[in-house]
């Protein structure tokens, strides 16, 4: 365990102290990623970089349900243009609208969805389109 600062040692000499010591022996010699680069070295700072790479790590969201959703639609409208098959692109896109479907039967909190379900036969058409046989 630290020992505890002295009264009247400011803190600063006080850690610096306990750095130096830890230092000479050798308690830092062993770290893993020593001499390593930080990730995102480069990177602009940002104040809540630690809570975007645990909101990361986790799978959570800052979005709304109703932004997510949207944000959803338009990646899975992306990916069943590129599915390797018809059977695939309907699959995507009939789960999504079952996703629309509950979000307006019951409206979550946040902005208006915006959405309405996509017609699966218009997008199975131009997955056709897309990938002539």
Do not use: C
Request: proline share 12%.
């Amino acid at each position: 365990m630290t020992e505890r600062k002295p009264p009247g040692v400011h803190f600063e000499s006080w850690i610096d102290r306990q750095i130096r010591e830890a230092e000479q022996r050798g308690d830092f010699a062993a770290l893993p990623g020593r001499g390593k680069p930080l990730p995102d070295g480069p990177a602009p700072y940002d104040e809540m970089w630690w809570i975007k790479q645990k909101m990361a790590r986790e799978g959570l969201s800052s979005l709304s349900p109703t932004l997510a959703l949207r944000k959803e639609a338009e990646d899975t409208l992306a990916a069943a243009a590129d599915a390797p098959s018809e059977r695939v692109a309907r699959r995507l896109v009939t789960e999504l609208n079952d996703k629309i479907r509950e979000a307006l039967r019951l409206p979550p909190p946040g902005p208006p969805l915006g959405l309405s379900p996509y017609d699966v036969d218009e997008v199975a058409r131009d997955w056709r389109e897309r990938h002539p046989a």
